[in-house]
């Protein structure tokens, strides 16, 4: 990922745990890494876990920022989030769910959507 797209990617994911806590999320964890990839903010929203993927893009043109979450990428968050749950335990019986938060930057300006409950899997 070049410099521009990492500032730009660290920026949202601060845009958006700011949103998600405005909107009553309460944020347990940032950047969940392991050796299949990253969870981006893990959650909860009232009783639900909730795992956010945040994509993001410069201006309004190109692609929508959901586009970037294809198939593929639902499979490993799954993966990722199975992973969570086996070495956290407590959360195991919580109902769970994955959302989308989708940034735009425009100038100064952010625009902010959350798609809740953006795709599920086949738990």
Known sequence: MNDGRKVLG???EKVAEQYLQGIGY???ERNVRSVRGELDLVAMHGE???FCE???RQGT???HPGESIHVRKQSRL???AAGYLQRHPGYADLPCRFDAVLIWK???SWRVEVIADAFRPGW
């Open 54 to 56: 945040v994509k993001s």
């Open 10 to 12: 660290t920026q949202a």
């Open 61 to 63: 043109e190109g692609l």
């Open 48 to 50: 639900t876990l909730v």
């Open 26 to 28: 309460r944020i347990l």
């Open 78 to 80: 799954i993966r990722l």
């Open 106 to 108: 425009t100038g100064p």
